[in-house]
C-alpha cells in the first residue's frame, strides 16, 4: 500500500476546501419560475384552495410556482430577514403585514410599485382597501400602491348563548352600547360564580404580544373618539386632548375587569390563539375575535355554530351612534429583489379577478371579507340569511363605516403596534401599578420618538 | 453528641426539602405535558389536576398522522434524524481528525487552531443567522437540509476538538510511538489506535452533536420553508397559529419527539460520563 504522507493529507484537505469555497453561486431564477409564500390557513380547505389555485394558474401560464405555506408571523420574520441579505420571493401574502411589515418596507423602498396590479380592479376596491394600500415610499418622495389588497378582517365579539341562558339571560338582553354590553359580561359572570361556576365573563388577551391586544386596544380607541390619533397626512396627533381622554379610557375600561377578576389571570400571556381556546373550553363566556374564526372553526357542529355561538359586531358607542370599524386589509406584496416581477404582477392580477377571489375567501369559510363590495352583492354566500355569523362580519367590514388602521397615514404606527406599545401600557396598569393617565403619557412619549423617526 | 445528631437531623430535613422542591419544579412541567396529551381538546384549559378521562387519543392522531398539521410528521422526524445523525457524524470526523492533527501529530502552532475554532463561540448563535442565511441564499442551500447541516456543524465541531484535544491527553503518547517503530502511517495509527481509545469521548461528542440539532429551531426554521423538508420543531410551530390550536396533539407529538434523543442517551449514558469527565483531568 502506497505510503500516505502528512504532506498528501494535508495537500487533500487543502485541495477539497478550495474545491468547496468555489462552490458555484446560485444564478439567476429561470424566467419561467416564481417563488410565493403565501400565509397558512387556520383550516385545511383554505391552504388547499391557495395550492389548488397555484397548480391550476401555473399550468394556464407555463409558469413553475414554487408555493411555500407558513405561518403568519413565520412569513414576516422570514421575509425581513430575507430581505437584508437580498434574497426574497417574488409574491408574498401576509395576514398582519398590514401592521407590522408593509407601511415600512413600503418607505424604506422594499416594495415593487403595484398600482398596476390594483389599477385594473380600481374600480371593484372599496374605499378603505385602496387607503390601506396607498403608502409613502420616503425614498421616491411620494405616494404610491405597495400592497395589492387581497381580504378585510375587523372586530368581532363571540358570545355563548347557553351561559347567557344558564344565567336567565337571552341574546336580546346584550346591551348595544360599548360600555353597557362589556359590563354586562361582568353580570354574567357573577351570576355564573354564584352557580359555583368558575367562569370569566370576558375573555380578551392582555397580552403584549401577536395581534388580538392591540386590536381591540385601538377599536376600544376609535370607540371612545380616538380615530383622529394620527390625522390622513401622516401627522400625529396624541397631544389632542378627545384623543388623549379616548386612550386614557380605553386603557381604563380593559385594566379595570381584569383587575376586578372578569378576565383570566392567564389573559396576560395569551397568543392571538388562546381566547380561541378558553372559549371552546367554555371558561370565558365572550371573546371578541379579529374576525368570525371562533364560529367558523364549529361550522361543521350545526348546533354550534347556527344556535349556541352568537356573533356580535363592535358595540354604538355610549351616544348610541354607530361607531366606524377598524378594518385591516391583508396586503399581498413584491419585494423589491424579486427576480420576476412581471411573473408576480402577472399573478396577481389573476388572482384579484373577482372571481378568483372569492372562490378562495370562500374557502376560509368567510374568516376573512371580501375588499370588493360586487363580490357581496353578486354572490348570495355572503349575505346568506340562515347564516348567523356571516351578516354580522359583511354588516361590519363592508356595509357600515369603516375606518383604515393608521399605518397608511404614517409608518410610524406600524413601529407602534411592532413594539406593542399600547398593550404594554395596558401591563404597566395592571403589573406596575400606573395609573391610566400615566399609562397613557408614557405610550406617548415613545409613540412620538417613533414618529421623530419617520418624518418625510 | 446531641448536638451534632440534632444538626444532622436539621441537615439532612433541609436537604429533603429543598430535594422535594427542586423535584416538584423539574417534574411539573414534564407532568404537565403528559397531562394534557392524555386529555381531549376541550379539556386542555380546564384547571383539574388529573385528566378526567385519560386517553391516549392524541398519540394516535400523531402516529396515524391523521390531523392536517400532522400530515407529514413522520417525514419530518426522519428529516430530523437525517440533519442530527450528518452533523454528529460529520462533527466526529472534522473534530477526531483536527484534534489528532494538532495533539497526536503536533503540527506547530496547533494552539491556534484550537483558539480560533472556540472564537466561533464569541458571537451568540442568534446573532449569525441573518448572515448565514445569506450565504446559503447564495450557494442555494435554503430550503435544503444541507444548510442547516452546515450551520450545526459549524458550531458543535470547536467544542468538540477542545473536548478531544482534552481527551487525547490521557492516552499515552509512547503508544503512537511505539506504532511508528512498529511502521504504521499516521492513518494507520489514527484509525487503529487514536479512535479506539477515543471511544467514549466520540460517543458524549456524538450525542452531544445529535442533541444541538435534533433541538435547533432558529436556524431550521430560517432556512428551511416546505413541508417535506422541515424538521419536527419548525412544524410544531405551525400548530401555534389557528383557531383551535389542539395542544394536546401537540405534546403527543413533543413526547414522541422526545423520546429518540432519551433512549440514545440512556443507551450511552455510561460512556457519556466517562468521556466527559476523563478529559477533564489532566495526566
Known amino acids: 500500500m502506497k505510503r500516505i504522507s502528512r504532506r498528501l493529507v494535508l495537500g487533500g484537505v487543502g485541495a477539497a476546501v478550495a474545491l468547496g469555497t468555489g462552490l458555484k ?42 408555493l411555500t405555506i407558513m405561518n ?126 368558575r367562569i370569566f365573563g370576558l375573555g ?46 380605553s386603557l381604563e375600561r380593559l385594566t379595570t375587569p381584569f383587575k376586578k377578576g372578569y378576565v383570566p389571570p392567564g389573559a396576560i400571556n395569551w397568543g392571538d390563539v388562546d381566547n380561541n381556546n378558553a372559549f371552546f373550553a367554555r371558561q370565558i363566556v365572550m371573546t371578541p375575535n379579529a374576525t368570525i374564526s371562533i364560529a367558523a372553526a364549529q361550522m361543521d357542529k350545526p348546533d354550534l355554530y347556527y344556535k349556541e355561538i352568537l356573533t356580535r359586531g363592535v358595540p354604538l ?35 384579484i379577478q373577482p372571481a378568483n377571489i372569492n372562490a378562495y375567501l370562500k ?31 359583511v354588516d361590519m367590514g363592508l356595509i357600515k363605516p369603516t375606518v383604515p388602521w393608521w399605518m397608511s397615514y404614517n409608518p410610524a404606527y406600524s413601529a407602534v403596534l411592532s413594539e406593542q406599545i399600547w398593550p404594554q401600557a395596558e401591563a404597566n396598569i395592571t403589573q406596575r401599578n400606573m395609573t391610566p393617565e400615566q399609562a397613557t403619557e408614557d405610550a406617548a412619549k415613545r409613540i412620538k420618538q417613533l414618529f421623530e423617526q419617520y418624518q418625510k | 453528641m446531641t448536638a451534632r445528631r440534632r444538626a444532622r437531623t436539621l441537615n439532612s430535613i433541609g436537604v429533603s426539602l429543598l430535594s422535594a422542591v427542586l423535584l416538584v419544579w423539574t417534574l411539573l412541567p414534564i407532568y404537565n405535558i403528559i397531562r394534557v396529551s392524555m386529555q381531549e381538546k376541550e379539556e386542555v384549559l380546564s384547571t383539574s389536576v388529573f385528566p378526567v378521562a385519560p386517553s391516549p387519543h392524541a398519540f394516535s392522531v400523531v402516529f396515524r ?9 413522520w417525514n419530518q422526524m426522519g428529516n430530523s434524524f437525517f440533519i442530527g445523525i450528518v452533523v454528529a457524524l460529520l462533527t466526529l470526523a472534522i473534530g477526531s481528525l483536527t484534534s489528532f492533527t494538532i495533539s497526536r501529530m503536533r503540527i506547530r502552532s496547533g494552539w491556534m487552531l484550537t483558539n480560533a475554532a472556540l472564537l466561533t463561540y464569541v458571537i451568540p448563535m442568534s446573532f449569525l443567522a441573518i448572515p448565514f442565511y445569506g450565504i446559503m441564499g447564495k450557494y442555494g442551500l435554503t430550503n435544503n ?37 512498529d511502521g504504521a502511517s499516521p492513518p494507520q495509527i489514527f484509525f487503529r489506535i487514536y ?14 452533536a445529535l442533541l444541538l440539532s435534533w433541538n435547533e429551531y432558529l436556524y431550521a426554521f430560517l432556512l428551511l420553508s416546505g413541508g417535506k423538508v422541515i424538521t419536527v420543531p419548525v412544524a410544531l410551530g405551525k400548530f401555534l397559529v389557528g383557531d383551535e390550536a389542539p395542544w394536546n396533539y401537540l405534546m403527543a407529538a413533543a413526547i414522541i419527539y422526545a423520546l429518540p434523543p432519551l433512549i440514545i442517551y440512556y443507551g450511552f449514558r455510561r460512556k457519556m460520563s466517562g468521556g466527559l469527565t476523563m478529559g477533564g483531568v489532566k495526566g
Open chain 1, 25 to 66: 453561486p446560485r444564478g439567476a431564477r429561470a424566467a419561467g419560475e416564481l417563488t410565493v409564500w403565501w400565509t397558512q390557513g387556520f383550516y385545511k380547505a383554505e391552504n388547499d384552495a391557495v395550492i389548488a389555485w397555484m397548480a391550476d394558474w401555473e399550468k394556464r401560464n407555463n409558469t413553475k410556482v414554487n
Open chain 1, 72 to 197: 403568519g408571523p413565520d412569513v414576516i420574520t422570514k421575509l425581513i430577514a430575507g430581505m437584508q441579505v437580498g434574497d426574497v420571493p417574488d409574491v408574498v401574502h401576509t395576514v398582519t403585514g398590514d401592521r407590522f411589515l408593509v407601511p415600512r418596507a413600503a418607505w424604506n423602498d422594499q416594495l415593487e410599485d403595484v398600482s398596476d396590479v390594483v389599477d385594473s380592479q380600481k374600480a371593484e376596491f372599496t374605499e378603505t382597501a385602496l387607503i390601506s394600500a396607498r403608502l409613502y415610499n420616503a425614498k421616491q418622495k411620494k405616494y404610491s400602491i405597495y400592497g395589492v389588497p387581497t381580504k378585510g378582517s375587523s372586530l368581532m365579539n363571540s358570545v355563548w348563548l347557553p351561559l347567557l341562558e344558564e344565567v336567565g339571560f337571552a341574546a336580546t338582553d346584550m346591551p348595544g352600547t360599548q360600555d353597557k354590553f362589556y359590563d354586562f359580561f361582568q353580570t354574567v359572570q357573577d351570576k355564573l360564580r354564584s352557580k359555583g361556576k
Open chain 1, 204 to 249: 380578551y388577551s392582555m397580552a403584549a404580544k401577536e395581534a388580538d391586544a392591540g386590536n381591540l386596544f385601538h377599536q376600544f380607541l376609535v370607540s371612545y373618539g380616538g380615530v383622529g390619533i394620527v390625522t390622513p397626512d401622516g401627522k400625529l396627533n396624541i397631544d389632542d386632548p378627545a384623543v388623549r381622554q379616548a386612550a386614557t379610557t
Open chain 1, 317 to 351: 358607542g355610549n351616544d348610541g351612534k354607530p361607531v366606524a370599524s377598524l378594518l385591516a386589509i391583508s396586503p399581498t406584496i413584491i419585494p423589491k429583489g424579486s427576480k420576476n416581477v412581471d411573473g408576480a404582477k402577472a399573478l396577481l392580477r389573476d388572482f
Open chain 1, 363 to 393: 374557502e376560509t369559510r368567510a374568516r376573512y371579507l371580501p375588499v370588493m363590495a360586487s363580490i357581496v352583492k353578486n354572490d348570495p354566500y355572503w349575505t346568506d340569511p340562515k347564516d348567523p355569523h356571516r351578516q354580522v362580519a
Open chain 2, 65 to 73: 398522522q391523521a390531523y392536517w398539521l400532522l400530515e407529514t410528521f
Open chain 2, 145 to 181: 437540509p444541507l444548510a442547516v447541516i452546515a450551520v450545526e456543524v459549524t458550531f458543535a465541531t470547536p467544542y468538540a476538538i477542545f473536548i478531544f484535544q482534552q481527551y487525547s491527553a490521557s492516552i499515552p503518547f509512547e503508544l503512537d510511538e511505539a506504532a511508528r517503530i
Open chain 2, 195 to 208: 479512535l479506539p481509545l477515543m471511544a467514549p469521548a466520540l460517543v458524549a461528542i456524538g450525542t452531544y
